[in-house]
């Protein structure tokens, strides 16, 4: 038997006290990206319920998910969530992660990025309330918020978005389909959790992943040093996937219907520069400052998140900054790099 990774590990033991289902079916959608793809990993090897992993992507599916092959209570399901679903499967809990989060898509395809958002939320709600739905989990983002003002975003802040900006594509869609979420709540009764994720690193995350820290990995991993072309001030919230991923387990089973819980790490709150620079030292490498006039920044400067509301469930992350990035870089592969 292979020698377990640390994200392995890390999975064993962020699941060793939660709940998970035990008995029917739960669909993940977005199944091969980096958030998706944990709760698989979690479901597959914590729970008994029967997993149907949705993407559009079946060769990376079946690299991604070579050890479940031969597992009878796999299954993938290829299907564009911007379509309508077609089987006639109950899918009694439903994790909806299933969206374009990597900044190059809000500039080629802003269109695409707010259809998806908004009518794969419909299509599975939809689906789901036709099929004996008991539970659903929205996976929103922390992009919600918008510009912050320098204050800890809780779940009642709401900041300032350019809505005429294509870039705006993906806070306005998200925020539209919390609402969208809340009104099915209110008008159907559907149980609908949302979960907003601050940013989120770890293994596995995809080819055309072209955030910061995808970057900096690829970089490292290649044995190069991390060439920024601004100062990395913008502060933000980080959290390790298997955190995030055991923080959406947790809502599934605890989580208020209509009700949005920050998913972020309180002791893992970091500038871009710092986050370049603890990558950068695990993989042995250095930061090489290259700022030009024109240098890029993002319009929020600081963005950091309140967890006092999932902490009253029982939340508590598992996994340092320090921790998350080693292990991160342990068990990344070369599909992780490409």
């Known amino acids: 038997m292979a020698e377990m990774t640390s994200y392995q590990q890390d999975i064993k033991k962020a699941t060793e006290h939660l709940t998970l289902p035990q008995q029917g079916n739960i669909l993940v959608t977005g199944a091969t990206g980096l958030i998706g793809g944990c709760l698989v990993d979690m479901l597959m090897q914590h729970s008994l319920c029967h ?56 500039q080629q395809s802003p269109v695409e990025v707010m259809k998806a958002n908004l009518n ?19 996976v929103s983002s922390g992009e919600i918020y918008g510009e912050g003002d320098g204050s800890i975003f809780t779940e009642q802040s709401s900041g300032y978005i350019d809505i005429l900006s294509p870039r705006a594509c993906y806070p306005s869609s998200k925020r539209a389909a919390e609402t969208l979420c809340a009104a099915y709540c209110k008008e159907y009764d559907t149980p609908i959790v949302i979960a907003r994720p601050c940013h989120t690193y770890g293994p596995y995350f995809t080819e055309s992943d072209n955030r910061v820290y995808a970057q900096f990995i690829r970089n490292v991993l290649r044995g190069e040093d991390i060439v920024m072309k601004s100062k990395g001030e913008q502060y933000r919230s980080w959290i390790y996937v298997v955190d995030c991923a055991a923080a959406i387990l947790l809502l599934l089973a605890k989580g208020q219907s209509g009700e949005a819980y920050n998913v972020a790490h309180a002791d893992s709150n970091i500038t871009i520069r710092q986050l370049a620079e603890k990558i950068a030292g695990i993989g042995g490498r250095k930061v090489v400052m290259q700022i030009t006039e024109d240098g890029n920044t993002t319009p929020i400067t600081k963005a950091v998140f309140s967890t006092e509301k999932i902490e009253q469930l029982g939340w508590r992350p598992l996994f340092s900054i320090d921790e998350g990035l080693s292990h991160t870089l342990d068990s990344s592969d070369g599909q992780s790099c490409a």
């Not at 309330?129 to 989990?137: D, E, Y």
């Open 120 to 138: 794969g939320l419909c299509h599975l709600v939809e689906y789901g309330m036709k099929h004996h739905l008991q539970r659903m989990v929205y």
């Open 51 to 106: 997993v149907y992993a949705m993407g559009r992507n079946i060769d990376r599916a079946r690299t991604r998910f070579r050890l479940y092959q031969d597992d009878k209570r796999f299954h993938f399901l290829q299907h564009d969530i911007c379509e309508p679903l077609t089987w006639t499967t109950d899918f009694h809990y439903i994790i909806h992660a299933a969206s374009n989060a990597s900044p190059n898509f809000f």
